[in-house]
């Protein structure tokens, strides 16, 4: 398991992500924040996996233990956390995000709401690493745990104030028997939507099992039964989000992207990732709209989209960052902007001039510790230079180290797929060759 990926630490419940390691990654924690606050204190979340109270209350172990308060919040989404770590010094989510549910994971955020910079996951690996010279610190105070999920409140009214009446819109839901299975059924009925739930129970052992984005095509069926102006799918810890029109069309965040450039009225450069379709820019192009391309991880969208002073970005996975209301993604404001947004308007007509470029995706599986290894391989750098120069101008190679699971994922899109799937299937053979030697030399 890497300790830091595109989003926090992920891995494998009592495999890779132990009780002992959240024990000893608290207690990093703790040593990091009484570098900047004598009394620290803290917020942490969970999502409804099973394996999140095991980890919750490690990881509040460790903090403790070396002297920091915790409020703990229970079942929150992601954006929650990141809205309430303004009241804290940190706040800390608990999930796996869109992952099975044998996995879980430990998100981070800054007072300011924002993915812990590179300068704060330095410092705490190197506490983590250091943590037997710090065995014997003693500090004249043990932490306290305090059960606080009213806090929560205010993060609901934060969002009722942003998005306003719905007038009564008629929503589908899909939770993905994750964090979001209250919270979003009940903002959406206080802001006066017409609402209808699916796998919005907290049931952890089937988050993101055939459901929520992982699986759209449980809400398009539900949609195409007419009596919805428009669905939402969540993730696991809600801050990824699909949207489904009337007709089952499904709006990915590429799509989205495209949608709220035209609702917002923008008119100089939105921010996507090197996994934005090259169709999703062109498409923009003719609206006038500069596509900025960062490295997938929507803590790098949020960065550059501070960095540029720009009000919209995300990944074509869902995630949405609408910058003057939140840092983060947050699929029930999206959604719910969304709605407000759409009144008077057409979901489908929108979508007129959207350009999607055929692409082929593929994923092999790799330890960790063994993707450095293989991304250095000369036999795939050839490889991928040669067809680089074929699909210039019209289409796009990416090759890359997934930041959230053991997986190294490739992308090839351009305008014929047949050109495209054969280039997809060369590129296949070469790197199996050279996973299966990796794997027997290593």
Known sequence: MGIFGTDGIRGLVNKELTPEFSYC????????????????????????????????????????????????????????????????????????????????????????????????????????????DYSNVNFNEIGKLIFNEDIANKYV??????????????VLLDCAFGANYKFAPYIFKKLNANVKVINAENNGNQINNNCGVMHIEKLQNEMLCGKYEIGFAFDGDGDRVYACTKSGQILDGDKLIYVFSKLLKIKDSVVGTLMTNFGTEQSLEKLGIKLI??????????????????????????????SEYSVTGDGILVAGMLCKLLINENLDELLDG?????????????????????????????????????????????????????????????????????????????????????????
């Open 25 to 132: 990654f608290g207690k990093a924690v703790a040593l990091y924040l009484k570098e900047i606050n004598e009394k620290p204190k803290i917020v942490i979340g969970k999502d409804t996996r099973t394996s999140c109270d095991m980890l919750c209350f490690s990881l509040a172990s460790g903090l403790m233990s070396q002297g920091v308060d915790v409020d703990f919040v229970n079942v929150v989404p992601s954006p929650c956390i990141s809205f309430l770590s303004q009241y804290y010094d940190l706040g800390i989510m608990v999930t796996a995000s869109h992952n099975p549910a044998n996995f879980n994971g430990i998100k981070i955020f800054q007072k300011s709401g924002e993915k812990i910079d590179d300068a704060i996951q330095n410092k705490l690996k190197f506490y983590l690493k250091s943590l037997s």
């Open 157 to 170: 009214i934060h969002l009722a104030n942003i998005i306003g009446d719905l007038n009564g819109v008629a």
């Open 354 to 442: 959207y350009q999607e470029y055929p692409h082929i995706e593929k994923s092999f599986k790799v330890e960790e510790k063994k993707k450095r290894i293989i991304l250095k391989s000369k036999k795939i750098a050839n490889i991928l230079y040669d067809y680089e120069n074929e699909l210039i101008n019209e289409g796009r190679l990416v090759f890359r180290p997934s930041g959230t699971e053991p997986v190294l994922r490739l992308l090839v899109e351009g305008k014929d797929y047949d050109t495209i799937n054969k280039i997809a299937c060369e590129i296949e053979k070469v790197v199996k060759i050279v996973i299966e030697e990796i794997q027997s030399n290593y």
């Open 293 to 322: 391309r960062t490295e997938v991880g929507d803590k790098f969208v949020a960065s550059k989209l501070k960095e540029k002073d720009l009000k919209l970005g995300g990944e074509k996975s869902g995630h949405i960052i609408l």
